[in-house]
């Protein structure tokens, strides 16, 4: 069932994927969730009109109807603010969703991560150019060490790979379609240190040479980022981000979970596995060790506006210093098959008629999110919702929640709030 309102901004107080997760791309190979959402406005453009909290509401409630249990989202618009949710947070008892609903929001973790790091550049205790060797000998030692900085773990292209398939093996098929799902079970109560995942990442063959043309987005990168912050604070990273970001932001209802079990109001969160899980599954507790500082977090979509209107506006960190963060270069998604403009933490993503958007996307099983906001500031949309990888391996068209997200966001970034007489 829908649950809308609309606010206004003046109301919220102003202070100073691991895997692919939808879609299947024409090699009929997992696609993401950011490529989908860009590709909406590549193929079809739509001119800017009336921001509209009614078709705002009827768009989402679509993708509910389209096979999505729930739902939730915020769109901003200048002074407007709309906030709705549809459909159910559990299918088994039929709660529904509700707009004020915490969810896991995977990878958007990592541009908080990114700010703290940054924030530690801005008070000289660590630069972008270090060899991440000088602080971190005992994680990355030698050559390696020597070679890859703390801008090229931060952008991606330190050529570190992703840890995922070393520690879900029997996912390791997933691109030959010889694949279980039963590591997602076997993980579900595992407890992984930071440097564990990490020396999985650096045994793996290297994604690419240290500071190379383009990168390949992994995980590693960001639990060593972690554990850089934890060398240079004293502090276990997620506390430091906790102190030094959070908080500050005022992100009341944002936190790094202290265990498998997520505190306040929320959704279950089902995994389909590209139909290798059916019916899907429910993994709303679940140890989130295996992804920390880089996809760990549990957030509103009310509270990721906020953060990413805050950083843009110079707020979170210096605008010095977010220009360093949306200096982008390509980036190979995890798959391989399609390539982001990524910077410092953040996403690039050019919509025709409407400009530059800046932000992240995140997965974990279970969940997913995507927040986007205008250069200007002025135009924000966040949407999560509790089912994942709903397409199945091979399936030659698009499944109709992708078309009725692609419906969504449109609506969504294309309405224009009308100018008072």
Known sequence: MPSHHLVRAHAIPQRGGVIPVSGIDRARRPSYFW????NVFRNSPDRPHEFDPGKLAATLDGVHRAGMPGVVAEVRDG?????????????DTGRPMTAGMRQRVGSITKTFTAAAVLRQVERGRVGLDDPIGIHLPHLVPGERGREITVRML?????????????????????????????????????????????????????AGRPGGPSGVYSNSNYLLLGELLRELTGLAPEEHITRDVIEPAGLTH?????????????????????????????????????????????????????????????????????????????????DGQSEIDYGLGL?????????????????????????????????????AMNLVRWNKLGAPDAHPIDDALAVFYREALSGRAAVSA
């Open 35 to 38: 490529n989908m959402f860009r």
């Open 254 to 334: 944002t936190a790094f979970p202290d265990g498998p079990r997520i505190e306040e109001p929320h959704p279950r969160m089902y995994e389909a596995f590209f139909g290798a899980i059916d019916p899907p599954r429910d993994y709303s507790v679940y140890d989130m060790s295996w992804v920390g500082t880089g996809a760990a977090l549990v957030s509103t979509v009310a509270d990721i506006n906020r953060f990413y209107r805050l950083l843009l506006a110079g707020e979170v960190v210096e605008p010095a210093t977010l220009a360093q963060m949306q200096k982008t270069g390509p980036v190979l998604t995890q």
């Open 347 to 383: 996403h690039r993503v050019e919509i025709p008629g409407a400009g530059t958007f800046w932000g992240h996307d995140g997965t974990v099983w279970g969940a997913q999110a995507l927040s986007v906001t205008s250069a200007d500031g002025t135009r924000q949309m966040t949407i």
């Open 154 to 206: 931060l952008n991606n292209t330190s050529g570190i790979p992703e840890y995922l398939f070393a520690a879900f093996p029997s996912l390791a098929g997933i691109l030959t379609g010889e694949f279980s799902t039963a590591s997602l079970d076997g993980n579900r109560d595992r407890r992984f240190a930071p440097a564990e995942l990490i020396a999985m990442g650096l045994a793996a063959p290297p």
């Open 79 to 91: 002074e407007q603010v709309w906030r709705g949710a549809a459909g159910v947070a559990d299918l």
